[in-house]
Structures are given as structure tokens and as C-alpha cells.
């Protein structure tokens, strides 16, 4: 792998993880997956959900706004 400095364009490939949210039974987690949009000259988000077992992770919104702050709910059937 070729070493270089890094650049503004750069940060168009950068995925951040924020404010993760553990079901009260600890079987998922519900997080915020954010990037830069070059087209939309800003961020997008995604509420997301990774599977403690399996590791396997799914988007649950599109990025179309900026999805924030996940909740589940008390019997962790519903994410609000």
C-alpha cells in the first residue's frame, strides 16, 4: 500500500460510527453511521443495527436526511 498525505478528498471515504445503543437484552445495537456527501457538499446518516451474535449489520434508513440518535424501545422490539 502506497503511503501519502492525507487530503480534503479523503474525508469523502470516511465512515464515522457515533452514539451507539445496546437492546436492553444485549442480542443488538442500534447505531449512527455517518458520512460526507461530495454531490450534496455535507454530511448524511444512517440509523444502522449490528447483530451481537453474528456481527452482521443492517441500515434501517437511507441517508436521504440525517438520522440521528437511536433509541430502543423498554422490550427492545421497536428502535425509535
Do not use: E
Not at 437492546?23 to 461530495?38: E, Q, Y
Request: charged letters at 20%; a negative charge.
Amino acid at each position: 500500500m502506497h503511503k501519502h498525505p492525507l487530503s480534503p478528498h479523503d474525508l469523502l471515504h470516511f465512515h464515522m460510527a457515533d452514539d451507539p445503543q445496546i437492546s436492553p437484552a444485549g442480542t443488538w445495537i442500534a447505531w449512527v453511521r455517518t458520512w460526507m456527501d461530495g454531490d450534496l457538499n455535507g454530511y448524511r446518516s444512517s440509523i444502522c443495527v449490528t447483530d451481537v451474535a453474528d456481527g452482521s449489520t443492517r441500515m434501517l434508513t437511507d441517508g436521504a436526511a440525517l438520522d440521528t440518535h437511536p433509541r430502543p424501545s423498554p422490550d427492545g422490539a421497536w428502535i425509535a
